[in-house]
């Protein structure tokens, strides 16, 4: 449960995904000053709406208390996300427990007692995590991790202590977290660790006792730590080559077994059991193409029981035969597209979610012991009823034979036969993802349904340094951001209009954080290649970025000195000047729009500010959107509702695609326009309604 919370947590302000593709020529810019028609006849009210797609799900994230006789699971209440408690076999006699009103309840959990629910707030986006632990039964809820300014992790909870849990705080050196034991009753705290050491992660015991930690390397390796009495003793060392690729995964419940995903001296990343003691090695699974992606473990000893690769699509992996019977019957109610997303004290009982492109994610409970299941929910409930489309996995050769996993939605009218391409070519948006240590999934998702739904193709790419597959396609993105990380991109449109999907004037690049940088990227190094762009918190500037990164973030500086390039050296600030958008404003002449949060600790305001003001300073038209309560993206629902508004009327005037006016949804919204609110379709006369309003 603690590698649960601690994963959601670390990548629930993660970077966004965008977009990105070439066309050769395309609609002149706007011209300074000039408003933006209305286009009333791409207005189109009859579309998906934004809010079914993009707003609060129904019910999210459930997971089964440790005894099975309660459900927990993430609802709205007034529009805002909270955590809601009720009896497993009846999800619609569940109430809420907690009371935020602000930017809402993104993560919840059971504590092993069943007797507490945690969950974790920031402030406006700051990224400084707090715990809370709020009584289901009282409906009161404690933060126990009350420091301004610092930021708290979990790092362990336990079965056999269920009133207390470890977690690692930064208040002492903003830095590095020290290791702390906080009873979940009272919020008091006692000091496990001091850290000193500069350790970035822990893994601990069923008694809550660290047995291993991890810390990162000049060279941008990794080197593990195993505690041995009252000192830490190395026990494996990564080197910079193996450092995307290899993850611990955990220890059993004794704390004497480690489970790593492990690419050394291979090309993907398999699941190996390490005996702590000895150092013994064994390997469990593993993939020719793929990194180990996911398990279940069993939950009295901690030991997996099955794991999953993903390339295309997920397949699962039976390791031990007890647990043959539940995946056959997992797999005739969702084939492949499952995970086990909780289970109960004696693991007798789980909560599975499957998967679909077209449709919404349903959760089922499962008895072993029967191998029954029944339905408790779906998250949004409203797609079963809306023409959803496929997704459809592509594999594209870049120009130097790299396979480039990808996945392309098609609107529905264009492809009839169902058989992914379209009977003519139609618009295109690419979509980057962020990271850029990350990667596109199969699966729902509500960009690429929106996009289609507006009459485009929708085409994400796995570029080189996306994570995932092999180690050496991670590492050939190494220095290549503007790069080759770039031409993998160009090479996926290049692609698409070879194929008759997209023509080559109406392809737009959209993303976010990483994606965000590869759409100005593209507008300023392929001026000619795009028809506009749609930057969400994307540096400008490698060198201003590189430069303001936030204090815990300062164990990957080596990883950012060796896959982007050495701020610290004057040789590497001009590699990185070089590679930056900011320096070739002058070369932008497609419509781009710019969406950025206030708060945003990862990619400063002052990134988006100065795009935006050299742009204005040559007479280069753009429309920047800032939301002041917002950090590295987009979190409480009606800033994505408003901000999508605003990006499909723009998409409507370089691609020609169609548009659903504002209506209400900028209510509830945050956003500012600073800049060239006039060069979109209604936006100036949304906004005023929205300011009088």
């Keep these: 449960m603690s590698r649960v919370l601690r994963s959601t947590l670390l990548s629930s302000g993660l970077m966004l995904s965008a977009c990105s593709g070439p066309a050769k020529s395309g609609p002149a810019p706007v011209e300074p000053g000039s408003p933006a028609t209305a286009s009333t006849d791409r207005a189109d009210p009859t579309l998906i709406p934004r809010e079914v797609l993009f707003g609060n799900p129904d019910r999210t994230q459930p ?23 009720g009896p497993a076999d009846d999800p619609s006699a569940a109430e809420p427990i907690t009371h935020d009103t602000n930017r809402g309840i993104r993560l919840a959990a059971w504590t092993w007692g069943g007797d507490r629910v945690l969950y974790i707030q920031d402030q406006a986006g700051d990224e400084n995590w707090h715990i809370y632990a709020v009584d289901p039964a009282t ?17 362990a909870l336990s079965r056999t202590q269920p009133d207390a849990m470890l977690v690692g705080i930064n208040d002492r050196d903003p830095r590095y977290q020290d290791v702390y034991r906080l009873d979940l009753k009272t919020g008091e705290r006692t000091l496990v660790l001091k850290n000193e050491e500069a350790f970035v992660e822990f893994l601990a015991d069923e008694e809550l006792k660290l047995r291993v930690a991890t810390k990162a390397l000049p060279d941008g390796g990794q080197e593990y730590f195993v505690r ?6 190395s026990f494996m060392k990564v080197d910079a080559d193996d450092a995307l690729s290899t993850t611990l995964y955990g220890l059993d419940r004794a704390g004497t077994v480690l489970y790593v995903g492990d690419s050394r001296g291979r090309e993907t990343a398999v699941l190996v059991r390490y005996e702590l003691a000895t150092g013994t090695s064994t390997v469990l699974a593993s993939d020719d193409e793929v990194n180990l992606s996911g398990w279940i473990s069993d939950v009295e000893t901690g030991r997996p029981l099955a794991v999953s690769f993903d390339r295309l699509r997920p397949r699962w992996e039976v390791l031990d035969e007890s647990i043959a019977p539940d995946m056959e019957v997992l797999r005739g109610l969702a084939g492949e597209d499952f995970n086990v997303v909780s289970q109960t004290r004696d693991g007798k009982r789980w909560l599975v979610a499957q998967h679909d492109d077209a449709g919404p994610v349903r959760y089922y409970r499962y008895d072993r012991t029967t191998r029954k299941t029944d339905l408790l929910m779906t998250n949004r409930p409203a797609l079963e009823e809306l023409p959803l489309v496929p997704m459809h996995p592509v594999v594209i050769e870049s120009r ?34 962020g990271g850029p240590w990350a990667r596109n ?51 996926a449109v290049e692609w698409a209009v070879a194929e008759g999907i997209a023509p080559r004037d109406k392809v737009a690049i959209m993303g976010g954080s990483y994606g965000g940088y590869a759409t100005l ?26 430069q303001s990164i936030p204090p815990y973030w300062a164990a990957l500086k080596a990883t950012f000195t060796k896959r982007v390039g050495d701020v610290d050296t004057e040789e590497g600030r001009a590699f990185l000047l070089e590679r930056s958008p900011l320096g070739r404003v002058d070369a932008i002449t497609r419509p781009l729009l710019i969406g950025q949060g206030a708060n945003d600790p990862r990619v400063k305001q002052a990134e988006a500010d100065q795009i935006v003001a050299a742009m204005k300073e040559r007479g280069i038209p753009v429309t920047y959107v800032l939301y002041p309560d917002e950090g590295h993206g987009f979190a409480r629902p009606p800033n994505t509702t408003s901000f999508n508004a605003v990006t499909e009327a723009f998409l409507s005037q370089c691609l020609g695609g169609r548009y659903q006016p504002v209506g209400n949804d900028f209510e509830g ?25």
């Design 228 to 233: 041995k009495g009252k000192k830490w003793a």
């Design 139 to 155: 409906r009161e809820a404690k933060d126990l991790t009350p420091f301004e300014g610092a930021r708290a992790l979990p790092v």
């Design 400 to 433: 130097d034979g790299l396979p480039l996993v990808s996945y392309l939605t098609l609107p529905r009218q264009s492809d009839p036969d169902g058989d992914g391409r379209p009977t003519q070519p139609v618009p295109m948006v690419l979509k980057v993802h």
């Design 521 to 546: 990227v593209a507008l300023t190094f392929t001026p000619d290649v795009f028809a506009c762009g749609v930057d969400v918190v994307g540096p400008s500037s490698l060198v201003t970025l590189l």
């Design 63 to 85: 997971s089964l208390s440790p005894d099975g006789e309660r459900l927990l699971y993430i609802a709205p209440v007034d529009g805002v996300a909270n955590a809601w408690v």
């Design 441 to 491: 999934h199969w699966g729902y998702d509500p960009s690429h349904q929106w996009l289609a739904d507006r009459g485009y193709a929708v085409l994400s790419v796995n570029f080189r340094g996306s994570t995932g597959f092999t180690k050496s396609f991670a590492n050939a993105g190494d220095h290549e951001w503007a790069g080759k990380m770039h031409d993998d991109l160009l090479d």
């Design 669 to 693: 919204s945050t956003l500012t326009v600073p800049e060239g609110a006039e060069h979109v379709p209604g936006l100036v006369e949304a906004l005023a309604e929205h300011e009088a309003g």
